[in-house]
């Protein structure tokens, strides 16, 4: 038997205040090995670690995902480049509730990639359960997919639909990259 390869690497989660990006992270994460906030940075990081079995094709592969969360309700102006600094993949979030945080994704992740240059991204639109509220869906979704050349999952940090497949999604992608 093959041993799983192993990797470490940083994702971080964007998005507009409020869209569900920490309960995302609670839903997904167990294991927070640093649960305090460095308030230097303004992120809390906790770490994952995700199995991608091929199946025998290719090696099995872990990655421990550190995933960096914005503290407090931070918008894009004062989110500080040392959050984004190092970041090889990240995963940005919408609300279904609020058209408007549809719209910044873009702005979000030019922003980061002013940073780190091109990366894997997954889109996200969270809050699924709120369905008679939702005031955009799949069609809106692919719309922004598109653009963006990234994937796309309706998401909810509620009942947990699609949250393990968000995080297994932007890992695969990761190890794509690294070949
Ligand atoms: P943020 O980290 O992006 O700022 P939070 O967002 O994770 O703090 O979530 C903001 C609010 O949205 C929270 O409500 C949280 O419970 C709620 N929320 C997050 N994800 C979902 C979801 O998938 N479905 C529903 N229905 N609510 C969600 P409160 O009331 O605690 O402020
Ligand atoms: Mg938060």
């Known amino acids: 038997m093959m041993a799983a390869k192993k990797f470490s690497k940083k994702i971080v989660v964007l998005g507009d ?8 992270i609670r839903r997904f994460v167990i294991d927070a090995f640093d649960d305090k906030y460095l308030t230097t940075i303004g992120a809390k990081i906790v770490k994952k670690q995700v199995a991608l079995r ?10 421990t995902l550190m995933i960096w ?29 609020r058209r408007e945080t549809l ?3 873009v702005d979000w992740i030019k922003t980061l990639k002013q940073v ?3 990366l894997p991204l997954v889109l996200l639109a969270n809050k699924c359960d709120l369905m008679d509220q939702a005031l955009f869906g799949e069609k809106e979704m692919q719309e922004v997919s598109n653009q963006l050349k990234s994937p796309f999952l309706i998401t909810s940090a509620k009942d947990g639909r699609n949250v393990n497949d968000a995080f297994q999604n932007i890992s695969s992608l990761l190890i794509d990259a690294t070949g």
């Open 54 to 63: 091929s199946g025998g094709a290719k090696p099995d592969v872990d990655v």
């Open 17 to 24: 205040p409020a869209v569900g990006k920490t309960s995302l």
């Open 116 to 118: 780190t240059g091109e």
């Open 69 to 97: 969360d914005i503290a407090g309700q931070k918008t894009l102006g004062n989110v500080k480049q040392a959050y984004y600094r190092g970041a090889e993949g990240a995963i940005i979030v919408c609300d279904m509730t």
């Open 103 to 105: 719209m910044s994704m």
